[in-house]
């Protein structure tokens, strides 16, 4: 009974090893660096890799415990590991953002559990073009608000003179206008006149 008894407590353990990661999203400037922490629990046949799954998959590092940890070649020196295999903290420095992708950590058992991943975003370094056109940016704005002022200044005063001007001529019309109906008066009031004396001779 022994003999059966100790391959199903195996198969218990292996059944409940388990990986846990954090954090879930990591966000970092170029040059910058992140740490990420692998957990794991019940029985281990190894280490723990650090896996690339997204862009492009690739085993990033290998550890356990009292053995030299393996780096891929593209992240040798940048690669910094505290604790132990079962609660293992990565810390990844230097980043590019050709480091963007998501990293998983998982465990060296029968079953390959994984952790559910850390999605690392690296920003791009601006360019100093970019920092000199955001420095700029403020004085930029002040002369087109400037120019913008001006320019409706003008136009209210352009509408403002030609107002004037329109009054000016509506005016003079309208003295023209009274001008011509007194005169017509003074003349049909003169025929009038004459036409009385007429008819009194």
């Not at 492009?56 to 940048?78: C, S």
């Not at 352009?158 to 329109?166: D, E, F, N, P, T």
């Amino acid at each position: 009974m022994t003999w059966l008894t100790l391959p199903a407590l195996l198969l218990t353990m292996v059944g409940a090893q388990e990986v846990q990661q954090s954090p879930l999203y990591a966000a970092a400037p170029e040059g910058a660096s992140v740490s990420l922490v692998c957990l794991t629990r019940g029985a281990l046949f190894g280490g723990v890799f650090l896996e690339r799954r997204w862009p492009a998959p690739a085993n990033v590092v290998y550890f356990e415990d009292q053995v030299e940890p393996t780096v891929d070649r593209a992240f040798r020196g940048r690669i910094a590991f505290s604790g132990t295999q079962s609660n293992l903290t990565i810390s990844m420095s230097l980043l590019t953002p050709n480091d963007s992708g998501l990293y998983a950590c998982r465990a060296a058992s029968q079953r390959h559990a994984r952790g559910p991943g850390t999605m690392v975003a690296v920003t791009e370094r601006p360019t100093p073009g970019a920092c000199a056109c955001q420095d700029a940016g403020p004085s930029v704005a002040l002369r087109v608000a400037a120019a913008s002022t001006g320019a409706l200044l003008l136009l209210l005063l352009g509408l403002g003179w030609a107002w004037v001007l329109r009054w000016r001529r509506r005016r003079a019309q309208v003295k023209r206008l009274s001008g011509d109906q007194s005169s017509r008066c003074v003349v049909y009031e003169d025929m009038a006149y004459r036409g009385s004396n007429q008819q009194r001779r």
